[in-house]
């Protein structure tokens, strides 16, 4: 079973940049996709972005593709996602996981949950 800690979220002016971690522990984290998740208030949880175990298949959900990118370090056993161009429509608590599904719409967690980073963005 794979464990995950995300770190890195924080409170951010529109239009600022974070870059969340997630550090994955319990199984050999080079084997798996990964992928990014959040919740924003009074919303269900959706998938934000997807990367493949060796890093060249990545895909992203509409409303951030072009702003977010994500990469992994697979010796370091840790995943990334770098946000640019926030807007206060990103605010949400960011979650990763180990996911089998590069469709975003369809992507569904394998692994535990994480407690989760969260991220607030002001107007």
């Known amino acids: 079973q794979m464990q995950v800690v995300e770190s890195g979220g924080g409170l951010v002016q529109a239009g600022g940049s974070l870059r969340l971690s997630c550090t994955a522990s319990g199984l050999t984290f080079g084997h798996y996709a990964m992928g990014w998740f959040r919740r924003a208030p009074g919303k269900e949880r959706e998938g934000v972005s997807y990367i493949s175990w060796d890093g060249f298949i990545t895909s992203y959900a509409d409303s951030v593709k072009g702003r977010f990118t994500i990469s992994r370090d697979n010796a370091k056993s840790t995943l990334y996602l770098q946000m640019n161009s926030l807007k206060p429509e990103d605010t949400a608590m960011y979650y990763c996981?180990?996911?089998?599904?590069?469709?975003?719409?369809?992507?569904?967690?394998?692994?535990?949950w994480g407690q989760g980073t969260l991220v607030t963005v002001s107007p």
């Open positions: 996981a180990r996911v089998g599904d590069a469709n975003i719409r369809n992507m569904k967690a394998l692994s535990a």
